[in-house]
RNA sequence: GGCGGCGUAGCCAAGUGGUAAGGCAGAGGUCUGCAAAACCUCUAUUCAGCGGUUCAAAUCCGCUCGCCGCCUCCA
């Protein structure tokens, strides 16, 4: 079946029909560079990320775009508390963008253009707007007049009159109607400003959207992405600004990710119960945190706690576990050839062999269900164990059974790329979980692998008392052993 | 107050008309000198509650309870 995305326009899953054939284009609002990026930027970014990995996966050509806000009163803030130009904050928090996400595994967009880059086509926009009767200049800044679109709110699914009684708008002397957004803003002595019809100023948050959209993607674009908080206002007024200078409909599909919780309410700079992408990724490994993300549908809330991402973890590490066991059979015996027939597998290969048939069919299908990653991940920790039972279960490694292993772990490959997980050697990313948890135990590696040894000279001269003593004490600190054919290993509980 | 969402096992989480995926945790078993890992089996007669529609409801409708979001900068 086809690609079906949830668009907050209608409020219904529709199936994707793309503007141009075999193409697809997608805006994603990026962030306001005053600040490092909280878990709730990582979602988001997170989230769109795998949706254009997903639609190239798919087959179209897909031009991505995705801002920066570099011009903003936050970041004016900023520098003035810093006593710094804005250009230095703003370039300082870009670059802590681009290095959290790096961390997370994100694909470069398209296009990551700055507001700041597009002046122009912001000022062409609202000279537009203004001959149109949409914009009105007031005391050096310009105003979008929401009464003059009559479909302002149809995103949000509000209304006007509603709005305007509510309290909490606050009535501003230079605007017609309390409603209406700044286009343009005059700057005051010593902000940064641009040199415009209506003087020196610099542009109103919404305005760039739309320039840098139509710029990259046309009057007319698929998708337009965001955290659900954007809906209203920001998308609203993008709405407003560039269907009412285009004259025609400005985006086809609205993706509108939820939010990270803490203790079930919404993570914000206000209520300041928020944890930075690099305070997290201190303790956390960074596919931990992609795959505890994905691992939830991206329009429900995701409830960030210390036992989830455990969890999350707990789940990776199978995964992994799995890969590198199939790793190191593979390495040793190279693969060939195709899926093998049926008939010539063993029994405890036929279960495997059925799994993979319907691996991708059924990842394709949870994708294609509005981006169904959890639904997913399922298909894939099926697979794991169907992988983990005919390793289990085999002893002779044929040409037939490596083909069928190669098979497995092509899968995981093939959809790593996808959803941007898999991507580290499984033995030196479970070798590097291992090092960051031995980090927290109260004892050395030396010191383990020393007592190792002497436990595996008391197990020689059959001391199974002193063999256990030591391997209960090393339990005790954390450290569980891992006996096999080839030796003793160990891990971090 | 207006608009919207959610409530599925101990925890996380899919499933939106056809008889409850998956993960974590837990219990028993196989393996093991004993363990661990891995594998096998088990763990929701039931989807917040109450009514209704239907041959059939976690899924649709109504009401109730609880939680959350947007309405102000916010991913």
Redesign the pocket.
Known sequence: MALRVYNTFT?EKEIFVPLQPGKAGMYV?G??VYDYCHI??A??NIVFDVIFRYLKYAGYDVTYVRNYTDIDD?IINRANQEGVDFRTIADRYIQAFDEDMDRLGLEKPTVEPKATDHIAGIIAIIETLVAKGHAYESEGDVYYAVETFPEYLKL????LE??LA?A??EIGEKKRNPMDFALWKGSKPGEPFWESPWGQGRPG?HIECSAMSMEFLGKTFDFHG?????????HENEIAQSEAANGCRFVRYWLH?G???IN???????LGNFFTIRTVLEKYDPETLRFFIL???YR????FSD??L??AL??LE?IY?CLAALDEVLHANPASGDLPALETLPEAGLELHEKLLQAVPRFVEAMD?DF?T??A??VL??T??AT??F???TKEFGPVVIALLAHARHLFTETGTVLGLFGNNPAEWLEGIKAAKAVQVDISAEEIERLIVERAEA?KAKD?KR??EI?DLLLEKGI?????AQGTTW?VK
Do not use: Y
């Not at 949000?156 to 209304?159: I, L």
């Not at 079930?264 to 206000?270: L, P, V």
């Not at 429900?300 to 409830?303: A, G, H, L, V, Y």
């Open positions: 409020g609002c962030v306001t709730g930027h979602r988001a936050k949000s699914g509000r209304n509603e709005m509510g909490r708008v948050w965001g955290g659900k908080d954007l809906v209203f206002p920001h990710n939010f990270v919780n079930s309410e919404k993570m914000s700079k206000s691992s939830a549908h429900s809330p995701i409830d036992q989830n455990d969890d707990s789940g199978r576990s269900d169904n959890a639904l991940l399922g920790f099926e794991v164990r983990n039972r390793l289990a279960e197990r199974f063999g256990d391997r569980q052993l891992l006996d096999s891990n």
